[in-house]
């Protein structure tokens, strides 16, 4: 079985040696030295922009920390003790889409250095549909499950009961094209190429694929079998799912949308459905989330921007209305906030501080805390969870919520009743208390509806939640059955071997 696993490797590359001498006038030799480097072992980044941090010693005087990336350099934020020999040190790294490399460079006075080489991931190697799922291995594409609409993009539909084809475990996705992230919501799917194109394909409804044109006098609501390139994108580097919208990143920060519209959820001024990307006014973004009829930008500065639906205080203004939001609105924080996440119609923001702040629907207790009825059925602003103030990652689809914490476990809470949460319990969990089942060392879950993918620091792939159509990937697995301990999924090696005689299906929108 191949494994999903990203090397993080931390090589010291130490120019100079130690010198033992009492002569005060021998010259220093001697290299700095560096420790407690994060991101270390969770290199699979929910933002754009990484933030790195460490300590930094020496027995002389410290004169710098640098981080190089892609052949360019730039100066790390030092703070030094009174005596110069020790400190700390923080950055903000600009990720592209995929997988990156950079060194942290650590120099004395005298000019001797320490290297630390590492990598870093920024986008989804694992994601979950309504009933579908992938996941990216070395490279190639996965998936399997539900495909009542040709959401797998194996040029067909296929169903589980008349179709010995219908991919129950995972199958390579057949495409001259390398994928470096993929976003899988509903019935349709998009992924991200190292290239910086979009492609789509799936159920089509709404112009939610995104494959038409504004010229065109009929909007194109088409189905699609295979991948095909969402016209006019080549400098992409995230791309993200509603239940009937997409987002996509852009290199300069820009956003664009497309597909459904009636709540205001592309957020360019007006209702309408556009089967084409357009381009939202915000600037400076580094993350994107969507919703069912929501969507959420987070920019540089830490400040959080919400338009779409408000059904449910979904864009934490301390009210509710059926209005159309079709432009940007800053979503009052108070603190910067590092990542977002968000479910049907609930949110999760994660604060520098490693706090989360929920809002939004609540009957699930996806945000917390009602089934004791201390918190309402809709939390309308913001509020500060009281569980944690060490998580690093917040992850949300349909009613349900997951944090990961500082131990790499996974905790969480909402809607259970299918196993959806991957603990013991049955009913629905107003507090994140007890972690997934033999799940420790998360790198990253995809989110699906009623079921997830986790990916583990060892390269292991598991799923767990409701198994309908093949969704969890194991081809002995009951369908229609709830599944609360996570199920390893194996990847077939002989999927790569085979595809080579495949034909790539891939085209041109």
Known sequence: MQRLFLPVLPVLFLLGCGADSDNSNAPDITAPQLSGQFPVDSAISQSRLLTLTGIVSDDNKLSSVEIVSDGQSFPADLQLDADGRSGQFSAALRLSGGLNTYQIVVSDAAGNQTRASHQAYFGKRVTAGGAHSGAIVEGKTYVWGRNNKGQLGLGMTSKQASDESHPLTPVLLPTSKTF???????????????DGTVWSWGDGANGQLGLGSAAAEAADTSTRLTPVQVPGI?????????????????NDGTVSAFGSNNLGQLGDGSALNRDYPVRLTLTDIVQVAASSGSSY?????????????????????????????????????????TAVA???????????????????????????????????????????????????????????????????????????????LGIEQDDDV????????????????????????????????FSWGWSFEGSLGGSDLINLWGYRVPVLVSIPEAAAEAATSAAMVTSAP
């Open 180 to 194: 470096v992230s993929l976003a899988f919501n509903q019935n349709a799917s998009l992924a991200l190429a190292a």
């Open 234 to 250: 080549t400098d992409a580097v995230s791309v993200v799912r509603g239940y009937g919208h997409s987002l996509v990143l852009h």
């Open 297 to 337: 930008a987070l920019d540089e500065q830490g400040v959080l921007w919400g338009w779409g639906a408000n059904d449910y205080a979904n864009l934490g203004l301390a009210s509710e209305d059926t209005e159309v939001h079709s432009t940007p609105v800053q979503i009052p924080l108070p603190q910067a906030i």
């Open 342 to 420: 968000a479910g049907r119609d609930h949110v999760l923001a994660l604060g520098k501080s490693g706090q989360v702040y929920a809002w939004g629907l609540n009957f699930s207790s996806q945000v917390g805390l009602f089934v004791s009825e201390q918190w309402p059925e809709v939390v309308t602003s913001p509020q500060l969870l009281p569980w944690f103030s060490d998580v690093q990652a917040v992850w949300a689809n349909a009613n349900q919520s997951f944090v990961k914490r500082a131990d790499g476990k996974v905790y969480p809470w909402g809607q259970n009743m299918l196993g959806t």
């Open 430 to 461: 107003e507090a994140p208390l007890s972690p997934i089942l033999q799940f420790d060392n998360a790198l990253d879950l995809g989110n699906g509806a009623l079921h997830t993918l986790g990916l583990r620091g060892d390269g292991q792939l």
